[in-house]
């Protein structure tokens, strides 16, 4: 069985700081991982996936990943906030590489970026 | 520009009615998924379909009806049957190597 845990409902930072958004997964396979973002009445965006390749994951708008194993942890962060990253953001587990037909969500993270 | 087009965006549903919520895609994934999300819950899996004319359940299916008769085409039917329907609605599709790719969503309310 799969979970994820997002540790924060909302984070709150000022614009130009950095943000780290916690996550932490449980899985009975080699895990694939994911964090999406969604802005307000808007569909999910993907920011970067993990599918055992690099532990340090790259992803769009600045955002970075890093899988570690021995803390079942996928931490998003990104080191300077800017105001459009107001959203929420969805940590999100898989058995399978690139997602397959059992996805399980966090319960997400509210992030609010202040002037 | 390829992408998942839900409409409408917001829908209104009186107490007893039927609605469906259109999902279409020109992606060409074989693989298309509904899923449900309220408020500090995530997003919880309905219907999910893998190829043509062939759908399962997922997790909340009670309460709601999809068909498959096109790839491009997933559409979501909430019948009376769902007590509490009032939520937001997610369409999603995927190659199953690259990760989902969403629609912006169909809120629906009932009234």
């Known amino acids: 069985a799969q979970s994820v845990t997002q540790l924060d409902s909302h984070v709150s930072v000022s614009e130009g700081t950095p943000v780290l958004l916690r996550c932490n997964y449980s899985?009975?396979?080699?895990?694939?991982l994911f964090w999406y973002v969604q802005h307000p009445n808007k569909g999910l965006q993907l920011l970067l996936k993990y599918t055992s390749a690099a532990t340090l994951v790259k992803g769009i708008n600045g955002f970075e990943a890093e899988f570690k194993k021995s803390e079942t942890s996928f931490h998003l962060t990104k080191p300077s906030a800017h105001m459009s990253d107001a959203a929420e953001y969805f940590c999100v587990v898989s058995d399978l590489p690139g997602g397959g037909n059992k996805l399980t969500f966090g319960t997400g993270t509210q992030l609010k970026v202040e002037l | 520009d390829g992408g998942i087009t839900q409409s409408p965006k917001y829908l209104f549903r009186k107490e007893g009615q039927n609605v469906t919520l259109s999902c279409e895609q020109n992606l060409n994934h074989d693989a298309m998924y509904w899923y449900r999300q309220d408020p500090g819950q995530g997003l919880r899996l309905i219907y999910y379909?893998?190829?043509?004319?062939?759908?399962q359940k997922g997790d909340i299916a009670e309460g709601y009806s999809v068909s498959r008769e096109k790839k491009e085409s997933f559409p979501l039917t909430v019948t009376s049957a769902q007590k509490n329907p009032t939520a937001f609605y997610l369409c999603?599709?995927?190659?199953?190597?690259?990760?989902?790719?969403f629609g912006s969503g169909t809120r629906l309310t009932v009234v």
């Open positions: 999603a599709s995927t190659d199953s190597s690259y990760g989902y790719t």
């Open positions: 899985s009975s396979y080699s895990p694939s």
């Open positions: 379909s893998q190829i043509v004319n062939d759908f």
